[in-house]
């Protein structure tokens, strides 16, 4: 059970290249969500995946988009890289369903971006 | 304004000794309320939950309060180990549970 994992764990793009940070999760959770960490800014919610099939904006979406390619899998891709856009993006994943009373979300190990 | 605001932004402490860190919200109602721990290159780990009626919770040297009235809640290490330098998040969530306020967290460093 590796619970969430991310990759690549490190990325340094150009300005302007395209690329896709990928997330999968083996704990058969139906809620998945991308986040980005910046220093003094606290985890900021980019997009979520309440369940397979659907996806929404969360604070910070501009730039990026995302696919729940399955269950398991929840990617990020940034078409167009930005210097603003270099931080640690976190994936996570949470249990939602009428049995769920603690809904703790779930995080991956991150992947530091860096643009130029 | 954030929603949840942690203080001290960091703090350095000597190994044996004990903190509190701080945590005040204004999301309301809420969930639960939770602190994570995220060491240095990792993701953040769930130390404590509790729910608005619930005003304190233990896992192992971690002890959170919890005030609904004030909207307050307390992270307290006990005999901190070096293995204690880490951030400490708290985190409220909202009903629905899908858009969750995080602190900025509290920068602990304990030294021998």
């Known amino acids: 059970n590796a619970g969430v994992t991310q990759t690549p764990k490190f990325q340094v793009l150009k300005t302007g290249q395209s690329m896709t940070l990928q997330c999968a999760q083996d704990m058969n959770h139906n809620s998945m969500y991308w986040y980005r960490q910046d220093p003094g800014m606290g985890l900021r919610l980019i997009y979520y995946?309440?369940?397979?099939?659907?996806?929404d904006k969360g604070e910070v979406p501009n730039g990026y988009n995302v696919s729940r390619l399955n269950k398991r899998e929840f990617s990020l891709r940034l078409e167009s890289a930005a210097p603003s856009q270099t931080s640690v993006y976190f994936c996570?994943?949470?249990?939602?369903?009428?049995?769920?009373?603690?809904?703790?979300?779930?995080f991956g190990p991150g992947t530091r971006l860096t643009v130029t | 304004k954030n929603q949840v605001e942690q203080s001290p932004q960091s703090l350095i402490i000597l190994e044996g000794k004990n903190c509190t860190l701080q945590?005040?919200?204004?999301?309301?109602?809420?969930?639960?309320l939770r602190w994570y721990k995220q060491d240095t290159g990792r993701g953040p780990v769930s130390l404590t939950i509790?729910?608005?009626?619930?005003n304190t919770k233990s896992n192992g040297r971690y002890t959170a309060t919890l005030d609904a009235d004030t909207k307050q809640s307390s992270l307290h290490i006990t005999a901190s180990q070096l293995s204690d330098s880490a951030s400490y998040i708290c985190v409220v969530s909202p009903p629905g549970n899908n858009r969750l306020a995080f602190g900025k967290g509290n920068q602990v460093v304990v030294i021998p």
């Open positions: 509790m729910t608005f009626s619930e």
């Open positions: 996570a994943s949470m249990k939602r369903d009428s049995y769920a009373t603690d809904y703790e979300q779930y």
């Open positions: 945590c005040n919200y204004t999301v309301s109602p809420f969930s639960n």
């Open positions: 995946s309440a369940s397979e099939g659907t996806t």
